[in-house]
């Protein structure tokens, strides 16, 4: 521990030293050495830390044997003494060495960003788990400082590291989400975890120190990249008086805080830049939705004429052809479904009613046709019908080549569609209803006007006096 302490600090107070060149280089070789040639080793009796099963980890201590600072506070700290070391000296080697023990400490941060080691102490869990932002920040400016994004770094166990630092921000505000860790040692050094557990949230982050407010700051690279609702929260200035001890470190001897700011000098026009460029986005984003609306409107409007038959309410499709009325002259006669596409199956004979000396004559077997977001109604129209759908058989198979078979399928079942979310479906009825205009056969496409003004009629009266 003291040895990565020492070279941390020492890295970044690296100039401050007054050292001549015999003393710099006895210091630099004995921190590095020790740091590249060192590691920790599990104490008698125990093993290494089974990073590949996080799950091993929620067992209780008898039969978890780890030793805890394999993968624990002590890797961080020979980790960050390393990494920092290692940059300050251009020694690669010790570089290496750094990124290795923090290799080992990330592939014990579970699936749910939560860091093993630290989350196995018991009613303290919380307490250790608030280090980790410190921890992470130190390493995301020194790794970004040859070049890498360490916020994007990608753990063994699926999570980022920005993924990382959001889940911590929502463990202080559910603390319990530690527990599968936190009671596999539940008395850690005499608390009871099970104990702490009850207690009110305000009681636990007094007892754990936790305050979002040091904790947003100390991970501000993060906030000002993927968390602006916590932008308010990191202006350390304003709670200085009250938390600086929290402030100035909370793992290691160097402040996250300050060497992000060190690294950041710009960090106050960072801040401007990012309202600058969120009220550049308000409005950008306010022009495109306008200019969305217009674009909307203006293909609602070609849509609309490419479909005269349909009217358009917001996304719902909806007739506008003149109405008939379904009148019934027998009842109807409840007919056995092929299958659960067909709704209220039956023959029914009656008159469609399009005005008070107007109507046409209607008989056949039809059904309502299930579609989401949709009416549909069905007839016959094969060779077996009644002669009042005549017209329509004699077009069976010019207008499957016209408009295809979507609605006059390949088994004599000739489809109208009152309403629809489909648009497809309506230009398909609008092509029916075009080519019965222009087929030059009056009485087929009166038929055709009055089945399509009287499909909603129809379809009340199947719901009403049909069962399904």
Not at 75 to 86: D, E, P, T
Not at 146 to 165: A, C, M, N, T
Not at 418 to 438: G, L
Not at 439 to 458: K, M, P, R, W, Y
Request: some cysteine.
């Amino acid at each position: 521990m003291l040895v990565g302490d020492f070279a941390s600090f020492y890295a970044v107070y690296y100039d401050d030293f007054d050292f001549t060149l015999e003393q710099r280089q006895s210091v630099d070789d004995y921190l590095s050495d020790w740091l590249i040639n060192h590691d920790l080793d599990p104490p008698p009796g125990y093993g290494r830390c089974v990073l590949q099963e996080p799950q091993r980890w929620e067992l209780v201590k008898d039969d978890f044997k780890a030793g805890g600072d394999y993968c624990g506070s002590n890797r961080w700290r020979m980790g960050l003494g390393a990494v920092y070391l290692g940059l300050r000296t251009n020694n690669q080697r010790l570089f290496t060495a750094g990124n290795r023990h923090i290799e080992i400490n990330l592939a014990a941060i579970d699936k749910d960003g939560i860091f093993l080691q630290w989350a196995r102490k018991g009613a303290f869990a919380l307490s250790y788990q608030r280090q980790l932002p410190e921890v992470l920040t130190l390493l995301a400016v020194a790794y970004e400082s040859i070049g890498y994004d360490f916020y994007e770094h990608q753990l063994p166990h699926g999570k980022k590291i920005h993924e990382v630092y959001e889940a911590f921000f929502d463990f202080i505000y559910h603390p319990e989400k530690l527990n599968k860790y936190a009671f596999a040692r539940w008395d850690y050094v005499g608390e009871d975890a099970y104990e702490f557990d009850k207690l009110p949230l305000a009681e636990k982050w007094r007892r754990e120190y936790i305050y979002p407010e040091v904790l947003a700051a100390q991970s501000k690279g993060y906030v000002l990249r993927y968390r602006p609702d916590l932008l308010d929260k990191i202006d350390y200035h304003k709670t200085w008086n009250e938390h600086w001890r929290d402030h100035i470190s909370v793992f290691v001897n160097i402040s996250g805080i300050a060497i992000y700011e060190a690294f950041n000098q710009n960090v106050s026009n960072l801040l401007e830049k990012l309202k600058e460029q969120q009220e550049e986005n308000k409005l950008r984003l306010k022009k495109n939705a306008e200019e969305l609306k217009v674009k909307k409107a203006l293909e609602q409007e070609q849509l609309l004429a490419e479909i005269p038959i349909y009217d358009m309410n917001e996304e719902t499709l909806t007739l506008n052809v003149s109405l008939a009325e379904f009148i019934e002259k027998e009842l109807p006669q409840k007919q056995n479904r092929n299958n659960n596409s067909e709704l209220y199956k039956a023959s029914i004979n009656g008159e469609l009613k399009l005005s008070e000396n107007k109507k046409v004559s209607f008989r056949t077997l039809v059904f309502q046709k299930t579609k989401f977001q949709e009416n549909r109604l069905s007839i016959n129209v094969s060779q077996l019908t009644d002669p009042e759908m005549n017209p329509f058989k004699r077009h069976r198979e010019t207008l499957q080549k016209e408009c295809g078979f979507e609605l006059m399928d390949q088994y004599d079942w000739l489809s109208f569609i009152s309403k629809t979310n489909d648009i497809k479906n309506a230009s398909n009825q609008q092509c029916h209803y075009d080519y019965f205009k222009k087929a030059n056969d009056s009485e087929a496409f009166e038929l055709f006007q009055a089945v399509l003004g009287g499909t909603d009629s129809i379809l009340d009266y199947l719901e009403t006096n049909v069962e399904k």
